[in-house]
Nanobody, 121 residues
C-alpha cells in the first residue's frame, strides 16, 4: 500500500482559492487511481474528485464541478486539488485516497491524515 500525506489546507475567505497536495510513497504511483474526499463536522465523508491512473479520466462531485480541478504529477508522486471560488460549505477536513481501481476509491485503499480547509463568509 502507498502512504499518503496531505498538505495545503488553511483558512480562506469565500471566493478565494487553495491548492491541496497529496504526496505518495511507492514506486507504482502512476498506476493508482487517486481521490479526494472531505468530511465536515457531524457529516459523513463524501466524494469530491478522482483521477484514474496514468492521467486517465477525472470525476467530480456535482457540488464542486467547475470550481475544483484534480490533477497528478506522476514524476513526483503527487496529486493535487485546485479549489477555486470556495464557499463556506466547502469547509471540511480533506482526505486523499489511493486504490488500484477508481471504482473502489472511498471504501478501500490507503488514506492520508487529512488537511483542514476552512472557508469564512
Amino acid at each position: 500500500q502507498v502512504q499518503l500525506v496531505e498538505s495545503g489546507g488553511g483558512l480562506v475567505q469565500a471566493g478565494g482559492s487553495l491548492r491541496l497536495s497529496c504526496a505518495a510513497s511507492g514506486r507504482t504511483f502512476s498506476s493508482y487511481a487517486m481521490g479526494w474526499f472531505r468530511q465536515a463536522p457531524e457529516k459523513e465523508r463524501e466524494f469530491v474528485a478522482a483521477i484514474s491512473g496514468s492521467n486517465g479520466p477525472t470525476y467530480y462531485a456535482d457540488s464542486v464541478k467547475g470550481r475544483f480541478t484534480i490533477s497528478r504529477d506522476d514524476a513526483n508522486n503527487t496529486v493535487y486539488l485546485q479549489m477555486n471560488s470556495l464557499k463556506p460549505e466547502d469547509t471540511a477536513v480533506y482526505y486523499c485516497n489511493a486504490h488500484s481501481m477508481v471504482a473502489a476509491l472511498g471504501s478501500q485503499g490507503s488514506w492520508g491524515q487529512g488537511t483542514q480547509v476552512t472557508v469564512s463568509s
